[in-house]
């Protein structure tokens, strides 16, 4: 039963590199969530998909690209990797595209850039 | 203002105390709340959540809502040293034209809890 699951869980990148951090859900989850988490600043929205075929910015979408590749699958990707960019990612999946809370998430990545 | 605010930590307690962990939040057309654990490394899971003014039960977990004062909270009674962990309040706001939600949550910065044998 593997739930949300991301890869990588640890990565490196220098300033200005590229990469994309992908997501997969096996719920059938209709609705798919990208969060960074820095220290004393909870958990930030960067992006959301509420359905298939949908995405939309959240609190901080800059730097950030998403793609909804299925039902399953929400990547994001940073196209130049900055220092401020530094933190644990969490993918999350929620079964409506309505009212509700309960997010399931991923182990999250790690990523440090240089 | 941050939208969510939490009471600042770290909070230590007690083996066997109760805990008391607090949330603030700004938008006065916030439906729902929510308290997620999250252990130390480990991502966030969702413990409680409360609709309604009041009170909620769940074990040794209560959680409060005052929708008059924009304010929940967890109450933990007989805490355990497994209780150990950042709490994280969560409320659903409205983001963007319309205001739809889409279960789109606005987290605390959280507070980390210890408790101690």
């Known amino acids: 039963n593997a739930g949300v699951t991301q890869t990588p869980k640890f990565q490196v990148l220098k300033t200005g590199q590229s990469m994309t951090l992908q997501c997969a859900q096996d719920?059938?989850?209709?609705?798919m969530y990208w969060y960074r988490q820095d220290p004393g600043m909870g958990l930030r929205l960067i992006y959301y998909?509420?359905?298939?075929?949908?995405?939309d910015k959240g609190e901080v979408p800059n730097g950030y690209n998403v793609s909804r590749l299925n039902k399953r699958e929400f990547s994001l990707r940073l196209e130049s990797a900055a220092p401020s960019q530094t933190s644990v990612y969490f993918c999350?999946?929620?079964?409506?595209?309505?009212?509700?809370?309960?997010?399931?998430f991923g182990e999250g990545s790690r990523l440090t850039v240089l | 203002q941050k939208e969510v605010e939490q009471n600042s930590g770290p909070l230590s307690v007690p083996e066997g105390a109760i805990a008391s962990l607090n949330c603030t939040y700004s938008?006065?057309?916030?439906?729902?709340f929510f308290w997620y654990r999250q252990y130390s490394g480990k991502s966030p899971e969702l413990i409680m959540f409360?609709?309604s003014n009041g009170d909620k039960e769940d074990g040794r977990f209560t959680a409060q809502l005052n929708k008059a004062s924009q304010y929940v909270s967890l109450l933990i009674r007989d805490s355990q040293p497994s209780d150990s962990a950042t709490y994280l309040c969560?409320?659903?706001?409205?983001w963007g034209a319309g205001g739809t939600s889409y279960g789109k949550l606005t987290f605390g910065q959280g507070t980390i809890l210890t408790v101690h044998p």
């Open positions: 938008d006065r057309g916030s439906q729902s």
């Open positions: 719920m059938n989850h209709n609705s």
């Open positions: 998909s509420a359905s298939e075929g949908t995405t």
């Open positions: 999350a999946s929620s079964e409506r595209a309505d009212d509700t809370g309960e997010l399931f």
């Open positions: 409360i609709y």
């Open positions: 969560a409320v659903n706001a409205p």
